[in-house]
């Protein structure tokens, strides 16, 4: 009697083995539980092979068929079994499938459910770092001027202070920087940059602006902190 493995499994249920090797395999497989069950959930593998259709515009070539791949599938097996007793993966007939003209298999291996679907048009949203920062923080809101709001999100570090900003209500072209006021009244410009004509949060261009910044002060040092233009307008102050 040919010897048989447990492996074999993925190969019965999809009709790959020969004869002698299919009834071996049948003996085995009533006294072998494990394997009972393997193939109860191997169940619609062998359906995934039927009524595949192309994924494609083109056709598939004429001349390969579901026939040519059940038998490119038995002749691999075939050769393994020569080789060596390897682990057949059911991976291997999608594969296959995939290759022979552009074939799809559209049924999960181990049951009817279809798999999930996304949506087209709506990618999941992903949050800069900065705007993660300040979405997870606790803001303190600062004191604008002209219609300018916003607020930070303050964190200690082993360096200093770690500052997330939220800016609304600018109006671009401009030139800010975000400082930090010492209780001894020095300053340190944390970060800076542009703001195009459209500005943020303003009709027209909705979006706050997110930005980050760090100060070489610890916050217990710090008074407050102000965004500031180029040319030295005060457009926001937060209080630490």
């Not at 798999?115 to 999941?124: K, N, R």
């Not at 997330?164 to 975000?178: Q, T």
Request: hydrophobic content about 35%; charged content about 20%.
């Amino acid at each position: 009697m040919n010897r048989v493995e447990h492996t074999d499994v993925g190969a019965y249920s999809l009709g790959l083995l020969d004869d002698d090797d299919r009834l071996a395999f049948e003996a085995h497989l009533s006294l072998c539980p494990s394997c009972r069950a393997e193939l109860s959930e191997l169940a619609g593998v062998a359906s995934v092979l039927t009524g595949i259709g192309p994924v494609r515009e083109e056709p598939p070539p004429p001349d390969y068929g579901q026939a040519d791949v059940i038998d490119l599938l038995r002749r691999k097996k075939a050769e393994d079994r020569r080789s060596r007793r390897g682990t057949f993966v059911i991976g291997l007939a999608a594969s296959v499938t995939l290759v022979a003209g552009g074939l799809a298999v559209g049924t999960q291996l181990g049951g009817g459910d279809a798999p999930p679907s996304v949506a087209a048009g709506h990618p999941t949203q992903h949050l800069g770092p900065a705007e993660q920062f300040y979405a997870d923080g606790k803001p303190i809101m600062g004191v604008g001027a002209d219609g300018v709001t916003g607020g930070l999100v303050l964190e200690s570090k082993g360096w200093g202070t770690h500052a997330a900003l939220k800016l609304s209500g600018v109006k671009g072209p401009l030139e800010c920087e975000l400082i930090s006021v010492s209780k001894t009244g020095k300053q340190r410009i944390m970060t800076g940059w542009s703001v195009p004509p459209a500005g943020y949060g303003v009709p027209g261009s909705p979006d706050p602006l997110y930005m980050h910044g760090g100060s070489p002060w610890k916050l217990q040092d710090i008074d407050h902190f102000e965004v500031v233009t180029t040319s030295g307008k005060t457009l926001l102050t937060v209080r630490a």
